[in-house]
């Protein structure tokens, strides 16, 4: 089975979407939250878990709004749960996101977009060292 990191993004919380989302993630058969944590991000984690997008256009504002409240940041583990929590997010950008997704049925803009969730494998274990180092591995 896999684990990825999960991040509930400051829109998500300040709009009372925690219990919304974490529903769903829950509500997933063979699926488990092993850790989850409030925390409100400062920049060195975020330029760190952020790297690959040093100098795009959208990399100051973005740092700027993940640092603009509290984050929710879980641990979910299960069989192809990687894969399985992009689907549940949906594409990156709302306005392309089908109803049902988590970004579909509740994003506005591409920047607030609720939800961060381990892209591969690779992501996965880098990410989860930067958000929860104390986890064994
Ligand atoms: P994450 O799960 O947050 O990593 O989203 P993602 O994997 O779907 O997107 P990506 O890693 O490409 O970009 C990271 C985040 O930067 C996105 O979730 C958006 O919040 C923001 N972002 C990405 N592309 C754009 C863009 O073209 N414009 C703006 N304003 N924000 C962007
Ligand atoms: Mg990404």
Request: no cysteine; net charge negative; hydrophobic share 40%.
């Amino acid at each position: 089975s896999q684990r990825t990191l999960v991040l509930l993004k400051p829109d998500a919380v300040s709009r009372g979407l925690i219990g919304e989302i974490v529903g769903r993630v829950e509500r997933k058969a063979g699926w488990r939250i092993t850790a989850l944590e409030l925390r409100t991000l400062d920049r060195a984690t975020l330029e760190t878990h952020y790297a690959e997008h040093v100098g795009r256009p959208f990399y100051e504002p973005l740092l700027e709004f993940m640092a603009s409240g509290p984050s929710v940041a879980m641990v979910v583990e299960g069989e192809r749960v990687i894969e399985g929590l992009r689907a549940l997010a949906g594409p990156t950008d709302p306005i392309a996101a089908a109803p049902g997704s988590i970004r579909g049925d509740f994003g506005t803009v591409v920047r607030e977009n609720l939800i961060h969730a381990s892209d591969s494998e690779e992501s996965a274990e880098r990410e989860l060292k930067i958000f929860f180092p104390e986890l064994p591995r």
